[in-house]
Every structure is written in C-alpha cells, then in structure tokens.
C-alpha cells in the first residue's frame, strides 16, 4: 500500500514563508505525476503546482512567481516552497502522486492523496 505523510503546514503572517513537504512511502514501483492542491471551506479542491510526466511544471496562476514545486525522485519526495504568502492562500494543503505498484502492470497508475496540512496566513 502507498501512503503519502505530509509535513510543513502552520501559521505564518502575510509576506511570509513556508515549505511543505510529502513523501511517499509503500511498494511503489514508477511515479508520473506529483502535485499539490488546496481545499478551503465550501470551495472545491484546486490544483496549486505539479510536475507533469515529461518533468515540466505547471502552476494555477495566481501563485506564479510565489510558489515552486520541487522534487527528491530517490527520496520520492516532492516539495512546495511558497513565498510572499498571503491571507487568500490559506488552506488545507494536499499533495497526490500517481504510481504503478505492480510490476507485472508497470502502466497501470493509480491515484493517491495525503492526508493534508493546514496552512494559515494571518497578522
């Protein structure tokens, strides 16, 4: 079973920073896909950056220039670095990957989510 853990989430003030982190653990046999996403009340859940398969990267357009995604492929690891935050930002945080655990369907990929990380940005 593949399991994602989280960590990094917390309250900073606006202009701040902070830096998530996932990583993935179980029988995971290839990764194609790592991302994060942000869930706040009412709201639905929105992709904030991820690495595509052919290792680009693509982020929602409001956290361009703010935000980057990045990876430790032997640690399968991925990060979220966020800079000048701001209180619109706050959210449950998530990461997801896509893995194939059999070896015998290499091609065959399925779904996976972390368990989410709170992130708060007040003065």
């Known amino acids: 079973q593949v399991q994602l853990v989280e960590s990094g989430g917390g309250l900073v003030q606006p202009g701040g920073s902070l830096r998530l982190s996932c990583a993935a653990s179980?029988?995971?046999?290839?990764?194609?896909?790592m991302g994060w996403y942000r869930q706040t009340p009412g709201k639905q859940r929105e992709l904030v950056a991820a690495?595509?398969?052919?290792?680009?990267?693509n982020y929602a357009d409001s956290v361009k220039g703010r935000f980057t995604i990045s990876r430790d492929n032997t640690e399968n690891t991925v990060y979220l670095q966020m800079n000048s935050l701001k209180p619109e930002n706050t959210a449950v945080y998530y990461c997801?990957?896509?893995?194939?655990?059999?070896?015998?369907?290499?091609?065959?990929?399925?779904?996976?989510w972390g368990q989410g990380t709170q992130v708060t940005v007040s003065s």
């Open positions: 997801k990957i896509h893995a194939s655990v059999d070896k015998s369907r290499p091609n065959a990929f399925y779904q996976y």
């Open positions: 179980g029988s995971i046999f290839s990764i194609n896909y």
């Open positions: 690495f595509l398969n052919d290792g680009n990267t």
